[in-house]
């Protein structure tokens, strides 16, 4: 297993009565690429903002690479970069010398950061532009000089909150590149996104967030790979002294499309959610019924029901 570089513990956020995050349990290891995903109001970005330091939690802890933020900020600050959903930048400034205020509080020697400044220009794609005012600047032109500024720190983690919203299908397939390079050279990645295929390409686990709680994380792979088939549902059944009947009767309810698996443990897939049928008929049949569970870790499914609720 890896290093733990972010953990909390019921990690709670209140705005006066109301609840942005509530008791959140996280662990992140080192070189994961972790998707926050979730709607508008989730509460992704006020998670950061407390892994940040910069908003106090209401209650629970909170570790970011060993340290706790609102304790020692400006440890946690060195070692993590942070692209918030509207970067900032000295408008009036080239994209050069915006990096290069960034490299002098960050206390880089100068000739290292000339160096290190072009590089990263190149690597984002800016060198054409790097001696352009920011103010003539594209949004998706800003989103990756942000990543140059916070490439420029060598972080251990980025959260990077957003970073494609409103750039053209291109600019985003250049940023998620640059988001996997980024991992590749060992920095551990939040990537917070409303955007399930964005997510889907680049990240190794997702955590979803709907109404400050996180209903689902996993593996991202693992949660394709369970996703039943459109309109169709998977029903584990746990049998106890299964009658050898048992799955031609299951079979023969209506709905249900295939069975497979041992006798005491039955994966039945069905065209509707027919638990009720399903437990009637292992009781009626003499079986005992140990337990059911429906699938529903299907980022798909769970995409489609939190999503898009208007
Ligand atoms: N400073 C604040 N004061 C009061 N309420 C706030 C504050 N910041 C956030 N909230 C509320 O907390 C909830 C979570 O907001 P948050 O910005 O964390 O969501 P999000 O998941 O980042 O959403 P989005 O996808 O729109 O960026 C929202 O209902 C928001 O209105
Ligand atoms: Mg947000």
Do not use: W
Request: one cysteine or more; charged letters at 25%; hydrophobic letters at 40%.
């Amino acid at each position: 297993m890896g290093q733990v570089v972010v953990e909390t513990t019921d990690l709670t956020k209140n705005y006066g009565g109301f609840t942005a995050v509530d008791k959140l349990n996280l662990r992140i290891e080192e070189g994961e690429i972790y998707g926050f995903l979730g709607p508008n109001g989730a509460g992704k970005t006020t998670t950061i903002l407390m892994l940040l330091g910069l908003t106090e939690p209401s209650s629970g802890t909170v570790q970011v690479c060993g340290h706790i933020p609102t304790r020692d900020p400006i440890k946690v600050k060195r070692l993590v970069g942070y692209l918030p959903e509207r970067v900032g930048f000295y408008e009036d400034l080239t994209a050069v010398q915006n990096l290069k205020y960034t490299a002098e509080l960050n206390r880089l020697p100068r000739g290292e950061a000339e160096e290190k400044i072009a590089a990263l220009l190149a690597t984002v794609g800016l060198s054409q532009v790097a001696d352009q005012q920011v103010n003539t600047f594209s949004r998706g032109m800003k989103q990756r000089l942000g990543i140059a500024d916070i490439l420029i720190k060598e972080p251990n983690l980025a959260f990077l909150d957003e970073p494609t919203v409103g750039i053209d299908p291109k600019g985003i397939d250049d940023i998620l590149n640059i988001i996997t390079n980024m991992a590749r050279k060992g920095i551990t990645i939040i990537f917070c996104s409303h955007q399930l295929p964005q997510v889907q390409k680049i990240c190794t686990r997702v955590g979803i967030f709907a109404k400050g709680h996180l209903i689902v994380e996993g593996p991202v792979k693992l949660l394709e790979k369970q996703a039943p088939e459109e309109g169709q549902y998977r029903i584990e059944v746990q049998v106890a002294e299964p009658v050898p009947k048992l799955a031609e009767l299951i079979k023969g309810i209506k709905g249900v499309t295939d069975i497979s698996g041992p006798p005491e443990l039955l994966l039945i897939t069905c065209s509707a959610d027919l638990r009720p049928q399903i437990s009637r008929t292992v009781v009626d049949s003499g079986s005992s019924l140990i337990g059911m569970k429906i699938e529903e870790y299907s980022l798909e499914k769970i995409y489609k029901e939190y999503f898009h609720e208007d």
